[in-house]
């Protein structure tokens, strides 16, 4: 299987490719809260097994930056203030729509407003260069092998549970012990 970053994806790869993000994303989220409390929490913004703020910092990071691939060092640095962008800008929408936090990094060294930290950036460094030369080619060569057709009804199945859980989330949004910082009451 050859595992080379690629500038471009086709479009229905690229949306699999948003929901194998946010998936790994949660996975990742609630596997360290299980390490630290042993506990399982369902971790982010929505009910399913997805957090899309990692979907929409991978496809940025392959949209936006793929050109970048054979520049590494460029490319990770690139990469931690893109997606530092989309953490802030996120958590900020995220503040300002629903009045709640899903994370806080204020304890953390070189914080911004407790929304972006030196270590939350460092680590987007590493896994969106991992999302770009090792995850998303292998996902494109799997993907490939699969009947476009079927991965047409696959996305449209995806986005209608997605735009459901999105819908729900901002009536009943999911929070509790473990999912959400803070919530400030509306004014």
């Given at each position: 299987?050859?595992?080379?970053?690629?500038?471009?994806?086709?479009?229905?790869?690229?949306?699999?490719m948003?929901?194998?993000?946010?998936?790994v994303?949660?996975?990742w989220?609630?596997?360290?809260?299980?390490?630290?409390?042993?506990?399982f929490?369902?971790?982010?913004?929505?009910?399913?097994?997805?957090?899309p703020?990692?979907?929409?910092?991978?496809?940025?990071?392959?949209?936006?930056?793929?050109?970048l691939?054979?520049?590494?060092?460029?490319?990770?640095?690139?990469?931690?203030?893109?997606c530092?962008?989309?953490?802030?800008?996120?958590?900020?929408?995220?503040w300002?729509?629903?009045?709640?936090?899903y994370?806080?990094?204020?304890?953390?060294?070189?914080n911004?407003?407790?929304?972006?930290?030196?270590?939350?950036?460092?680590?987007?460094?590493?896994?969106?260069?991992?999302?770009?030369?090792?995850?998303?080619?292998a996902?494109?060569f799997?993907?490939?092998?699969?009947?476009?057709?079927?991965r047409?009804?696959i996305?449209?199945?995806l986005?209608?549970?997605?735009?459901?859980?999105?819908?729900?989330?901002?009536?009943?949004?999911?929070?509790?012990?473990?999912?959400?910082?803070?919530?400030?009451?509306?004014?």
């Amino acid at each position: 299987m050859p595992l080379e970053a690629k500038a471009h994806y086709s479009a229905t790869n690229l949306l699999l490719m948003f929901f194998l993000f946010s998936f790994v994303g949660w996975a990742w989220e609630c596997l360290i809260v299980f390490i630290q409390g042993g506990i399982f929490i369902n971790r982010g913004s929505l009910y399913g097994p997805w957090i899309p703020i990692y979907g929409f910092g991978g496809l940025a990071v392959l949209l936006f930056l793929g050109r970048l691939n054979k520049r590494p060092l460029l490319c990770f640095f690139a990469i931690i203030v893109l997606c530092g962008i989309i953490e802030y800008v996120g958590a900020s929408i995220i503040w300002s729509v629903l009045h709640i936090k899903y994370w806080d990094y204020s304890g953390y060294f070189f914080n911004i407003q407790g929304r972006i930290c030196l270590e939350g950036l460092l680590s987007f460094g590493v896994l969106g260069m991992m999302g770009m030369h090792v995850i998303a080619p292998a996902a494109d060569f799997l993907l490939l092998k699969v009947p476009l057709a079927l991965r047409q009804r696959i996305c449209a199945g995806l986005i209608v549970l997605f735009g459901a859980d999105v819908t729900l989330c901002l009536f009943y949004p999911h929070m509790g012990a473990g999912i959400t910082t803070s919530i400030r009451t509306k004014e």
